[in-house]
């Protein structure tokens, strides 16, 4: 199954709604908890403006691991094909 990129790899804030649907098969519950765990290591930043839907955001440490993180993703991919 070929999975999405998830919106959080840009500049743009992105909704609980469209990382659920970028990631795919996952659940709210293991998705909530990996949010808070990545909130709570300062990698990404959840913001909850009113009137508007929570958002998360790539902290500047959570954008310096984007290298390494698609690194992964290109050698999984060619482990799969």
Do not use: C, N
């Not at 990996?34 to 290591?41: D, G, N, T, Y």
């Not at 500047?60 to 060619?78: C, D, F, K, N």
């Amino acid at each position: 199954m070929e999975r999405h990129h998830p919106p959080h790899s840009g500049p743009r804030p992105a909704r609980y709604g469209e990382l659920h649907t970028a990631i795919g098969s996952i659940s709210t519950k293991v998705l909530a908890d990996r949010l808070r765990e990545l909130v709570e290591a300062g990698l990404v930043t959840h913001d909850r403006l009113p009137p508007g839907p929570a958002t998360y955001t790539l902290t500047a440490e959570g954008r310096a691991l984007l290298p390494a993180l698609e690194q992964i993703r290109s050698w999984a991919h060619h482990r799969t094909t």
